[in-house]
């Protein structure tokens, strides 16, 4: 089974950046199809974004133009840039790849 850690959360202001990392135990040189999810206390968890088997990038509306996915195929590692975090933002962000989840960073975005 795939092993996913996710690393880079933590407190920041609203209007704020974070960098998540999520280091894969195997190659994803060859897979496209990879996401970030959250979830909030006393919410389920949702899709924040990803890559669909064609490549093409989707991301809930309310992070558009905010977040942006990425990989670094030399690293095995996924990426979850978030800028101008809002309060809303905060929540557990897990990675999914292959099938298998990380267990999680938490976000917490307050003044």
């Known amino acids: 089974q795939v092993h996913l850690v996710e690393s880079g959360g933590g407190f920041v202001q609203p209007g704020g950046s974070l960098n998540l990392s999520c280091a894969v135990s195997?190659?994803?040189?060859?897979?496209?199809?990879m996401a970030w999810y959250r979830q909030a206390p006393g919410k389920q968890r949702e899709l924040v974004a990803g890559t669909t088997t064609s490549g093409r990038l989707i991301a809930a509306d309310s992070v558009k133009g905010r977040f942006a996915i990425s990989k670094d195929n030399a690293k095995n590692t996924i990426y979850l840039l978030m800028e101008n975090l809002k309060p809303e933002d905060t929540a557990v962000y897990y990675c999914s790849i292959k099938g298998s989840w990380g267990q999680g960073t938490q976000v917490t975005v307050s003044s």
């Open positions: 195997e190659s994803i040189s060859s897979v496209n199809t």
